[in-house]
């Protein structure tokens, strides 16, 4: 069983930065694609950015691409989501999940993942 757990939320001021972790228990971490998602407050949770099993592929939604940045370090089982120039729009939980995949898979969507986090919390304040 596959078990994911985020940590570094947490509350900053617009333009700042952080960087969330997702640790990664159970085996085979390279064998999976990996994403991160965001769920604001009466929002639907909504794709961030995924990276593909081996790193070698990411893909970014539109609001993260320039100030996000996906990674992974398959060798201690963690991924990772990078944010600069934070903005109080990106105010949400931020989750981890993982699927599967080959070496090419960038899933985007909720559905196509199997495993998710519960959570870490980042506030940006105006």
């Known amino acids: 069983q596959v078990q994911l757990a985020e940590s570094g939320g947490s509350s900053v001021q617009a333009g700042g930065s952080l960087r969330l972790s997702c640790a990664v228990s159970g085996p085979s971490f390279g064998s999976y694609a990996m994403g991160w998602f965001r769920q604001a407050p009466e929002k639907e949770r909504e794709f961030v950015a995924t990276?593909?099993?081996?790193?070698?592929?990411?893909s970014y939604a539109a609001p993260a691409k320039g100030r996000f940045t996906i990674s992974r370090d398959n060798a201690k089982n963690m991924a990772f989501l990078q944010m600069v120039s934070l903005k109080p729009e990106d105010t949400a939980v931020y989750y981890c999940?993982?699927?599967?995949?080959?070496?090419?898979?960038?899933?985007?969507?909720?559905?196509?993942?199997?495993?998710w986090g519960q959570g870490t919390r980042v506030t940006v304040s105006s």
């Open positions: 990276i593909s099993r081996g790193g070698g592929y990411t």
């Open positions: 999940a993982a699927v599967l995949g080959s070496w090419t898979l960038l899933p985007r969507t909720r559905d196509e993942y199997d495993y």
